[in-house]
């Protein structure tokens, strides 16, 4: 099994080999903390404090949230939002310093044969966030993906705890979590659980923390836009916006045919 003593020595090597600083030492990289709590006997308000005050993320995604994390505000200030799943305690939750460009929405999964569940879509403006607590089962959990990717735009990252052992058979996105166990089953068999899936996005740095009071240990990834999708972006608004002025002028020259031939007629006339 994975100690927090290993782990440190190996996330500390991960870091010095990134690529630059990652997190907010540079502009336009987003730097992102995944966590799954573990309902209400794992993580708390006070742990997850302490985490945003030590780290300074840029946005931080939970899964397995109770109603009371919601208090995490009244530590730390931000903004804060809630998606509780169905029949459920505990859902998946996310914290931003800054305020959200529009409300975090949830959207539903295909279902299990125990429980319903949701995913959490977020819009950074720059690209758009998926915080995911995907099911047991491993084909359902794929299943789950390919839904989830419909509600994403061009550039998009999927976060969160994956219950997915192998390759998760999506289409488009890459994996660039971390390599490390992220949770231990029955304290015995380290998984890699929890997982990022990018589309259209770099990884300019990962890592694993110490797993604090919960069962799975949070993950870390720092995020932008590639510059291909930068570019591809550009070329699509040059695109539209060549293509509005064409219309207008379109526009225009039908207008002035319309007025020259009702002038025609009068003077016939």
């Not at 994996?175 to 997982?195: E, I, K, N």
């Not at 510059?227 to 225009?252: D, K, N, P, S, T």
Request: proline share 7%; with cysteine; charged share 20%.
């Amino acid at each position: 099994m994975l100690n927090d003593r290993r782990l440190a020595r190996l996330t500390a090597r991960a870091l010095q080999t990134s690529q630059g600083r990652p997190g907010q030492d540079r502009p336009g990289i987003a730097k992102i903390v995944s966590w799954n709590l573990l309902r209400q006997v794992g993580a708390n308000v006070a742990g997850i404090a302490a985490l945003i005050e030590r780290e300074r993320p840029d946005l931080v995604l939970m899964q397995e949230a109770t109603r009371d994390i919601e208090a995490l505000t009244t530590k730390v200030g931000g903004h804060y939002a809630w998606a509780q799943m169905p029949g459920r305690i505990h859902g998946l939750a996310v914290w931003s310093p800054t305020p959200f460009a529009v409300p975090p929405k949830a959207i539903a999964l295909p279902a299990g044969t125990l429980f319903d569940r949701v995913a959490q879509v977020i819009d950074l403006g720059a690209f758009g966030v998926a915080n995911v607590h995907l099911s047991h089962g491993q084909v359902l959990n794929r299943r789950q993906l390919r839904c989830i990717e419909q509600s994403l735009p061009e550039r998009a990252a999927v976060i969160g705890d994956y219950n997915l052992v192998g390759p998760p058979l999506l289409p488009g996105f890459h994996d660039v979590g971390p390599r490390l166990p992220t949770h231990a089953m029955a304290r015995v068999v380290p998984l890699r659980l929890d997982r990022c899936l990018v589309r259209g996005l770099a990884c300019h740095g990962r890592s694993v923390l110490p797993r604090g009071a919960s069962d799975h240990r949070p993950i870390i990834v720092h995020l932008a836009p590639t510059q291909e999708a930068v570019q591809r972006a550009a070329a699509g608004r040059l695109a539209e916006g060549e293509a509005r002025g064409m219309a207008a002028v379109i526009g225009r020259l039908r207008r002035a045919a319309g007025r020259g031939a009702r002038a025609a007629l009068a003077s016939r006339g």
